[in-house]
């Protein structure tokens, strides 16, 4: 008997087991093979994700330390010093290198941007600001809206 697929493999039980086959055959009888393999590929889709999520060692970061206003831009600079003090008082075992850091954020949609910034040229991302204890605390360089850690 083959079971459908998981994980894009093919399982295949072996026929003296009977226990599992006694289990399996109704199901296979009452749901038929299509919708047992849907059941098991949003199985897997949804531990994938759930996984991934677990494992996204950048995600408390994002929401203890930025903020996403429409028109933001901040410098990789006031990123990089804000996620180093972030990682010192969370104790973060495994912290993220510079652009190991940058690029987790472009996975999250903020994009790659130059502006300008107290004249200036600086690297940067827009779509990011940073929370105002950040701006305030670090004297960061960031302009805009007061404390808000964006320019615009």
Known sequence: MILPRALGLRLIVVEKDRVFQSV???ILKMLGQRHLTWAYD???E????EYQESQD???PFVEARLEFPPGAKVSRAAIW???????DTAHERYPLGREALYERLRQRGCIDTKFSEHRVNVRGFSGLGLRAQDVISSGSNTMGQAGAGVTG
């Open 57 to 59: 060692v950048v995600a």
């Open 81 to 87: 010093e804000a996620y180093s003090k972030w990682v």
């Open 24 to 26: 399996i055959d109704p």
């Open 46 to 49: 949804d531990a994938t994700k």
């Open 42 to 44: 949003k199985y897997v």
